[in-house]
């Protein structure tokens, strides 16, 4: 569904990804795991086209969207669920997921939203419960449920999210990650970015560890949960403490 | 039947882009971890971030077996030992063994690989499988080991040797498939003859051959003898093992797991790629390894890569079957013996010159070995003693640093032919 290769982008003239190779098949959960500053936020930013990339391709189905705006992008079936949320505090749950929803009226399917938007709240029935509520006083749960909402209203083929788990409970991250696969069961495509690669591995087919802007290892969740590399680099074991026990 | 359809048959333009992302991946690991690959690089003026496209594997260096003997024995690891599980070791040229390591998720996709060319082969879940090879520092009886037991399949580590034991096991473990030397296989259809076990008393049903050159010939008499399917596979320690490629049940080229290994095939010559089917060096680059990376290794041995797909739907290339080697290495037994580890032991004897002759010959099934070798002037031809001495003592150097035995005799000096100064060591009778 999503094929890259040799992806280089960055800010001014810091290169931050360094010929990124990947792909994503259609039903897949990919998650990319890597350090704070591996580049896993510029990976996303720019498939997403927010900021644009310095060579390589990226191709959704077999469209290049490397030099495309964002919101082609989106139209196209690519969404983003952003690094802390990016939620409009002042207006409401409701108007928040709506505006998720503007792709959908630009393509004059207006008349599928409201079915849309009982899909979400389907999917996540706190918000239903709080549609009046101003988005900025939900708990850290329920904003990151928000943002996905959001995202889903433009009926993405391909949701990207990064780092959902960032800043929430155990017990939360449990229910946003059954809710990624959730996503997938009704047929949807993740790329999952996380620090919390664990959980991430957890839930995920394949996975891709970045450091420092390149790809170092790569895949099934299995064979990267058993190397040991990235138990003692992502999955916080300390082996030499293990051996000693 | 396949044993992972998605992989096995996956689409080129699927399989390039998974071949690239692994190599770029094992290039950035191997680059940061290993330093002997990080200096040839940047003697090449070469980093991994200049190979965006699986042509430009080309601008990398070769690796060589040479490599491995001066890194020996760790020197080539991208891990630290103590995520190493299992270490093996393959012979080489005078007496230096090459080693190379495995972690727990390279014994996993071993096994798998080797699972995929046992279910290629015909075997399943269902069969009781015999590894007629030796358990040791070798690869070979390990990987068909694992890949058999991966599948579901009875094993039997039978190891080498003793072939009347090996027959009544067979006989009454009723053994489905056999795994061993093509040769080795003969060697048993013969000593069934002999004993007087009809091939009717046995189980068998597949064979599953490697670890040295076979014909078509050879494998129609094998079938014929043992009433077997005969399946080729191949495989080497420093790139894995077995479970690089094996036949499948067209028997027309041996499917090259792609997915795992890149392929080149070059001009031992000048080192360029030869044309598309042409016979030229195998170079394999591994594309998974965790502790033991190998980037375009160059095999010694000669094939080809087989045009068209194949009936069976598998998408791997195929190569054709081995057909030799690049250097002077002699395939006795399934053991590797190179012409220089006998010189080597007839330099270190007193009383022997350094001219001999290695003569091969193929009695029934199995490799005989003959070495001549010239008596220097210390050694009179009248004493019958001391003639006896000098040959047990080279047939037991020998056999100790070859690892098979060989006969020994002793000429007279200045016998052997020398002509236009380089002398023909080796006399291969081997009708393959």
């Known amino acids: 569904m999503l094929r890259i290769r040799n992806l280089e982008s960055g800010y001014g003239r810091l290169k931050v990804l360094k010929k990124v190779t990947m792909h994503i098949g259609a039903g897949e959960i990919v998650t990319i795991i890597g350090a704070n500053g591996a580049g ?12 644009p990339a310095r060579s390589g391709e990226i191709l959704f189905d077999t469209k290049e969207i490397g030099t495309l705006p964002p919101e082609k992008i989106v139209f196209l079936g690519c969404s983003l669920v952003p690094e802390g949320r990016q939620l409009f505090a002042p207006m409401t749950v409701k108007e928040n997921i709506l505006l998720g929803a503007y792709p959908q009226y630009r393509k004059r399917h207006g008349d599928q939203v409201r079915d849309d938007l009982e899909r979400v709240y389907g999917l996540f029935p706190r918000l239903r419960e709080r549609e009046r509520q101003l988005a900025g006083t939900l708990s850290g749960g329920e904003q990151q449920m928000l943002a996905i909402a959001r995202a889903l209203m433009a009926r993405p083929r391909l949701i990207m999210m990064d780092e959902p788990s960032m800043g929430l409970a155990p017990l939360v991250i449990k229910d946003i990650f059954s809710i990624v696969t959730r996503l997938r069961e009704e047929g949807s495509t993740v790329l999952l970015v996380e620090q919390n690669a664990k959980a991430a591995l957890g839930i995920a087919d394949r996975g891709y560890v970045l450091e420092t802007g390149r790809i170092i290892m790569q895949g099934t969740a299995e064979d990267l949960l ?7 680099a992502y999955l916080g074991r300390d082996l030499d403490a293990e051996g000693t026990m | ?65 040479a490599d491995l003997r001066d890194n020996y024995p760790y020197g080539l690891f991208a891990v630290p030992m103590r995520e190493v599980v299992r270490i093996h070791a393959s012979s080489g040229t005078t007496g230096a063994v090459t080693v190379v390591g495995y972690t727990r998720n390279d014994i996993r996709t071993w096994s798998n690989l080797v699972a995929r060319i046992l279910t290629a082969g015909g075997v399943t879940k269902e069969d009781v499988v015999q590894i ?18 991966r599948i579901g399949a009875s094993v039997i580590p039978a190891s080498s040797g003793n072939t009347e034991r090996q027959i009544q096991i067979m006989k009454d473990f009723k053994t489905t498939a056999l795994v061993s030397t093509p040769s080795y296989a003969l060697q048993v259809a013969e000593t069934m003859q002999e004993i007087g076990i009809p091939v009717s008393a046995l189980s068998l049903r597949y064979g599953l051959f490697g670890a040295e050159p076979w014909s078509d010939a050879m494998r129609q008499e094998i079938e014929g003898r043992l009433g077997i399917v005969a399946t080729d596979n191949y495989g080497l320690s420093e790139v894995i093992g077995p479970g690089v490629s094996g036949e499948c049940r067209e028997r027309r080229g041996l499917h090259i797991n792609e997915d795992h290994f890149l392929v080149e095939v070059i001009d031992p010559g000048n080192l360029h790629p030869v044309p598309p089917g042409e016979t030229g060096e195998l170079v394999i680059t591994a594309l998974t390894k965790e502790a033991f990376p190998m980037i375009r290794y160059r095999t010694r041995d000669l094939t080809c890569l087989m045009p068209g797909p194949c009936p069976c739907g598998r998408t791997g290339r195929r190569m054709s079957r081995v057909t030799g080697r690049t250097d002077d290495m002699l ?17 270190e004897i007193e009383g022997t010159e350094p ?76 009708k393959l």
């Open chain 1, 40 to 51: 896993k936020t510029t990976l996303l930013r720019t498939v997403s086209g927010l900021i």
């Open chain 2, 1 to 65: 039947m396949y044993w992972e359809r998605d992989k096995e048959c996956m689409d080129r333009e699927e399989l390039e882009q998974l071949q690239l992302e692994r190599l770029q991946s094992t290039l950035n690991r191997v680059y940061s971890h290993v330093p002997f690959y990080r200096k040839k690089f940047d003697a090449m003026g070469i980093t991994p971030e200049d190979v965006g496209s699986l042509s430009d594997l080309a601008r990398l260096p070769f690796t060589t077996k």
């Open chain 1, 226 to 232: 058993s190397n040991r590399e990235v138990q003692r």
């Open chain 2, 355 to 430: 001219h001999y002759q290695i003569v091969i010959d193929r009695k029934g099934a199995m490799d005989e070995v003959t070495v001549r070798v010239e008596a220097g002037e210390s050694i009179f031809f009248d004493q019958m003693r001391r003639q006896r001495e000098m040959v047990d003592t080279i047939r037991k150097r020998l056999a100790h640093e070859l690892g098979i035995s060989v006969d020994v005799k002793l000429v007279e000096k200045k016998t052997l032919g020398r002509s236009e100064g380089k002398a023909k060591r080796v006399i291969d009778n081997r």
């Open chain 2, 331 to 347: 395939i006795i037994k399934g053991v590797n013996v190179f012409p220089s580890q006998i010189e080597h032991v007839l330099f």
């Open chain 2, 132 to 149: 007629a090879f030796g358990y040791g520092l070798f690869t070979g009886a390990f990987g068909l080991h694992y890949g058999a037991e």
